[in-house]
Each structure stands twice: as structure tokens, then as C-alpha cells.
């Protein structure tokens, strides 16, 4: 049996239920939403621990795999009678509860919320895909605005800023025109990088399996091509054996099932590597490619890899 | 320049007045930073690459660099925020790439930092006994038995099976923690089961020590603040293991002999002097500089 944790409101959990239906892998959905439906024993007696969500009941030690994905997309009510406060505090416990379980089981976790912590900064996954054998762009983190003018100087004047921690920020080309603006950052560091020409690449790995994509696009955040009206090309790649197992060998440095590495080919044939992502959206990438990364996790889950 | 160890930590840090005290005996100078002095005075420059990194803080007139610091004493397992911007829109963002510089910075360092914890050990300040079951097939030492349930029987059950001698634990607030050891109690909380799982440990009753880690070295503390030698060598293995996985280097870990068994009850990350006498100080601080400073 396979446990999805998670929310309908989340286009990946979404994904993976109409995945496992489709290939008829017995699951059930734990609505995040929803946790005072979710009824569950988890000890270290471990004889009769289960989990039930209303009528559907599975003894732990059945499980063989957890997707699991905690996103925070709907507003949500009070429960009846209580402070927004208390409600939150009550959501609070059920989902750290449930946290706790997920982390610890003994199944395939796709991906344990404490394998993922070290996406909370850029900088500390730097020095981990720096130890790997990956080259990494000059980087610099500071709130003194005198420093970056040097930096851009020093990379002859191209140069990109992003946010340091997971908070998704839009990667963008460091111009004169935010000289000015530059002397905000007194309040905050901010990640500056070295613009690093070429063309993304984006890997997801499942365990040993290698799905690779190169995106073509002249915006500098793919991701955000639409908003500026550049065209965003997807198309399946074929990574060197050696960039290929490296990305295998990191994303188990990082103790995680799957992951979602941001790489970028230089016109010299180098590869850069920006970031692991421990928890990928890979549905663009499956769609625009017909790549079936959805499908490899299911087979994950269900323990068959 | 006189040689510096770098302290992060609240202002009324306790084990930080015990280590500045100590290595002013040593001629080395101790800077605290408190999580205040990030959002407001220290001025960062964090430069990494391929190649290795290097960082200089300023803090007013001062101006930290990495070779006059011998070592770093992380204190703080995160920084809460500037109370300044806690209910603005920024409070958020601020925070999160506050931590994300300090964890990154921590990281990179080349000289000893006490303690770098590894990332899946980020968000905690203590392990309890559903962090360290993972460890327990590998340890002599017996970890408490624990429950996470919404299950009025299951939770029933365990209270009665330890001898109605439990303490319940919030799993998002790890310092709220209650004991619980009359049925009246056990009622009460069990209300709380119709809103969320409800995690109770074992709690073994017993004589209780803190045994501190300091590198190749422990000192095993009893009840008095006095050096003891009541919990056997052959559970020192146990703290070494997990101390490497964890990546501490300096922790204490509370151990409770019971009747037939020795239980780890928790390991604190963070330690602090509050049981241990005068003399037990200068020891572990003494074993501190010996073993990471070589001095």
C-alpha cells in the first residue's frame, strides 16, 4: 500500500494520485487539509500501528512507500468555536505529528522532510555540490551594497541575484538600473552569483534512473519566461555518463529518493550546478517531454526499483 | 591581533560567561553575537566558489576575519527575526535568508565550529526518543518507549503498560512537555486526542545523570554537580556513535539508571553548566580547548 500526504490543491499530489490509479497501485490520500479525518497509531510497540482515513485502514508495516508534499495553498477556516490562533496551533500539532511518522517510517519516504533541510540554504548546498565534484559559480552573500558593486566588477559586470533560502524568488540580471536600489539590502543579505551562458538543464533523478531536460529560452529564470515574453523550448537530453552519475551520487549525498538538479552547460561543454530540490515539480517537465518521471516514482513507491 | 573564539548566542547565555571567563585565562579574546546584532549592526561578506571561502564581519568599529578566529560556538539553532520587522510582510522573507546565510556560512568555515549539526537536525535544540530510536539497534543503552496516536484504546494502553509514568510531548513545541502520572491527568489529555495524535513517552524512573561529550573525552555528572563514575564506560561508545552521526562535537546527554537497565532519555545540543559544580566547569571547559583548540 502507498501513502499520499498531501493536498488535491498541489498539482504534483494531484499527479501522483491519477498516476498510481491509472497503474492500479492500492493507495490512500491523506488530505493535509483535512487531518481530523485522519486517525492513526504509530509506537514503538509497533504490533498493531495503523493509519485510517474515514473508512480506508492500513496496518503500518503494509506501507511500502510515501509521497509526501507540504504546501501551504488554501485558506482555511477555524474549527467550530476556536481562535484563529488555536486553530492553527491544532493544525500545527496534527501535520508535525504526522511529520514525525512520515520521517521515520521504515518505508520509501519520497522525500523525508528532514533530508530536505539543507535546500533551506543555497549557500550550505553549494559547499555539499562543490564537495561532489561539481563546478559552482563565484558566489556572494552580504548586506553591504559597496561589496557588490566590487563583485559585479569583478565578474565583468554580469552578474545575477536570487533569494539565499527556499523562498522561491525570480533569478535576475543584476543592471545599472538597480544601483540605487542596491543600498536596500543593508536590511538582508541577498545572493549574488556570477552569470554563468548557457543552456539550463534540468535532471531529475529517481534512485539510479536519469531523466534529463535542456531548456531553451533567453530569459535568465526559465521559469518565469511567460511574464517576459520569451519562448521556452523543452526538449529531452542526454547527459554524460559521468555528469549523469553524479547527479545519482548527490542526490544520495543528500539522502533523498528523488531529486530536482538544476545544472547549466556552458558553450565549452562545463556543467554548473546551482541547487538539489528535494521536493521537484516535475510536471512541466513531464508534459512538455512525455518523459515518464511520474510513472518511475510510482514503481518507487511500490517498492519494485 | 589577539586570537579570538567567536560565540552566537543570547545575550544571558550561561555556558558563554563560563567560556569567556576560561579563555581570558588563556589570553584569547571571546566576541559574542547576539541573534539582535544580525538584523541591525553586523555587515556581511560571504564570498564562496569552487575554490573555498572567506567571510568578514562587521560589527561597528570591529572587524571580524577569518584568521584571527580560532574556533565558533554556535548557540542558536535559528534566528527568530528582527522584532522590528515582526509584523511586516518582510518578517518572512527576512528571517528565512538570515538562517539561510548562517547555516551556508557555518558550513564553509575551516576552523572548529561547536557545534555543526547536520541538516536533518536543523530545526531541533534537544533529541528526544523518537529521534534517537534510529540509533537504537546500534546502542547498548535503552532508548524509552513512545506513542504517537489519536487512539483513546492505543494511548490507554502504553499509560497503563508504563506503569502510568509517561510525559506527553508536543511534537511542534518541543519545550512544552507535561508528566503525566495519575488518571485524571491521562483523562484530560486524552481529550486533546478528537484534535490531533497525542505523542506520550516511557518515562523511566530512576537516578538521573548528564554525562557531557567532549570529543574523545566524557563527564558523566550525578545529581550533586559532581563527577561520577556511575554510568558504566562500556555506554561511552553510544555517545561517540551518535554524537559523529549528529555532527556534535560538544553535547550532553541524560541518562537514567534504573533498576535492571540505563536509559538515554535526551541529548541536549546545546549544553549548558546549571548542574554541574565549579570545578566540573573548568574541566569540560579545559577538555574543550584541549580537544578543538589545542591549547
Not at chain 1, 540554504?121 to 566590487?150: D, R
Not at chain 1, 559585479?152 to 533569478?171: A, E
Not at chain 1, 512538455?288 to 513507491?301: C, D, N
Request: charged letters at 25%; one cysteine or more; proline letters at 4%.
Amino acid at each position: 500500500m502507498i501513502l499520499v500526504v498531501g493536498t488535491l490543491y498541489d498539482e504534483m499530489t494531484e499527479l501522483m494520485c491519477a498516476r498510481l490509479q491509472q497503474l492500479k497501485f492500492g493507495h490512500i490520500y491523506v488530505d493535509t487539509e483535512k487531518l481530523d479525518l485522519l486517525k492513526f497509531t504509530w509506537s514503538t510497540l509497533e504490533i498493531n500501528d495503523y493509519l485510517k482515513v474515514q473508512l480506508k485502514k492500513v496496518y503500518l508495516k503494509d506501507v511500502s512507500g510515501i509521497y509526501c508534499r507540504y504546501v501551504n495553498l488554501k485558506k482555511r477556516s477555524n474549527f467550530p468555536g476556536m481562535l484563529k490562533t488555536e486553530s492553527g496551533q491544532i493544525r500545527t500539532e496534527a501535520l508535525s505529528a504526522l511529520i514525525n511518522f512520515v520521517d521515520r517510517s521504515p518505508a520509501v519516504v519520497v522525500n523525508k522532510l528532514r533530508n530536505s533541510f539543507s535546500n533551506e540554504s543555497k549557500t550550505f548546498q553549494q559547499i555539499t555540490i562543490s564537495k561532489a565534484g561539481f563546478m559552482t559559480p563565484k558566489t556572494l552573500v552580504t548586506n553591504c551594497p559597496e561589496q557588490v558593486f566590487e563583485f559585479y566588477r569583478s565578474c565583468n559586470n554580469k552578474i545575477i541575484f536570487k533569494s539565499n533560502s527556499c523562498i522561491r524568488s525570480i533569478v535576475t540580471k543584476f543592471s545599472p538600473k538597480h544601483f540605487k536600489s542596491a543600498g536596500l539590502i543593508k536590511n538582508c543579505p541577498v545572493h549574488f552569483q556570477e552569470m554563468i551562458e548557457g543552456t539550463d538543464v534540468r535532471v531529475h533523478t529517481i534512485r539510479d534512473k536519469v531523466f534529463a531536460t535542456a531548456i531553451k529560452s533567453d530569459a535568465v529564470d526559465y521559469r518565469y519566461a511567460g511574464r517576459y515574453r520569451k519562448p521556452v523550448q523543452f526538449c529531452s537530453y542526454k547527459l554524460p555518463e559521468e555528469i549523469s552519475n553524479a547527479c545519482v551520487q548527490l542526490t544520495k549525498d543528500f539522502g533523498l529518493e528523488i531529486s530536482g538538479i538544476d545544472l547549466k552547460q556552458t558553450a565549452n561543454g562545463d556543467f554548473y550546478c546551482f541547487e538539489v530540490n528535494p521536493s521537484p515539480g516535475f510536471i512541466a517537465y513531464e508534459r512538455m517531454t512525455g518523459q515518464a518521471i511520474s510513472k518511475e516514482v510510482a514503481y518507487l513507491l511500490k517498492n519494485d526499483l | 591581533m589577539q586570537k579570538t573564539i567567536l560565540t552566537i548566542a543570547n545575550k544571558n547565555d550561561d555556558f558563554c560567561k563560563h567560556l569567556e571567563h576560561a579563555a581570558s585565562k588563556k589570553n584569547l579574546r571571546t566576541i559574542n553575537l547576539c541573534p539582535e546584532d544580525f538584523f541591525d549592526k553586523i555587515k556581511v561578506e560571504f564570498n564562496i566558489s569552487s575554490g573555498g571561502s572567506h567571510f568578514i564581519l562587521k560589527s561597528g568599529k570591529k572587524e571580524i576575519g577569518i584568521e584571527n578566529v580560532l574556533a565558533v560556538f554556535p548557540r542558536i539553532t535559528n534566528f527568530t527575526g528582527d522584532p522590528k520587522l515582526r509584523n511586516s510582510s518582510n518578517h518572512i522573507y527576512t528571517v528565512s535568508e538570515w538562517n539561510s546565510f548562517y547555516k551556508g556560512w557555518l558550513a564553509s568555515l575551516s576552523i572548529p565550529v561547536i557545534n555543526l549539526i547536520s541538516p536533518e537536525y536543523w530545526q531541533k535544540q534537544n533529541l528526544n526518543p523518537i529521534d534517537l530510536n534510529e540509533f537504537s539497534s546500534k546502542l547498548k543503552l535503552h532508548i524509552p518507549a513512545y506513542i504517537i496516536s489519536n487512539d483513546s484504546y492505543d494511548l490507554k494502553n502504553f499509560f497503563l503498560r508504563h506503569k502510568k509514568n509517561v510525559r506527553f510531548v508536543s511534537n511542534s513545541h518541543a519545550k512544552v512537555s507535561y508528566k503525566i502520572d495519575t488518571e485524571s491527568d491521562f483523562k484530560k489529555l486524552s481529550h486533546l486526542g478528537k484534535y490531533f495524535p497525542i505523542t506520550l513517552h516511557q518515562l523511566p524512573k530512576g537516578i538521573s545523570y548528564e554525562v557531557f561529550y567532549v570529543g574523545e573525552n566524557t563527564y558523566t555528572i550525578d545529581s550533586q554537580g559532581k563527577l561520577s563514575g556511575a554510568v558504566p564506560k562500556k555506554f561511552m561508545n553510544d555517545i561517540f556513535l551518535i554524537s559523529r552521526k549528529t555532527g556534535l562535537r560538544f553535547a550532553s546527554f541524560e541518562v537514567v539508571a534504573s533498576e535492571k537497565k540505563f536509559f538515554l532519555t535526551s541529548v541536549s545540543m546545546y549544553p549548558c553548566f546549571s548542574r554541574c559544580s565549579k570545578s566540573v566547569v573548568t574541566k569540560i571547559l579545559n577538555g574543550l580547548f584541549e580537544n578543538y583548540l589545542k591549547i
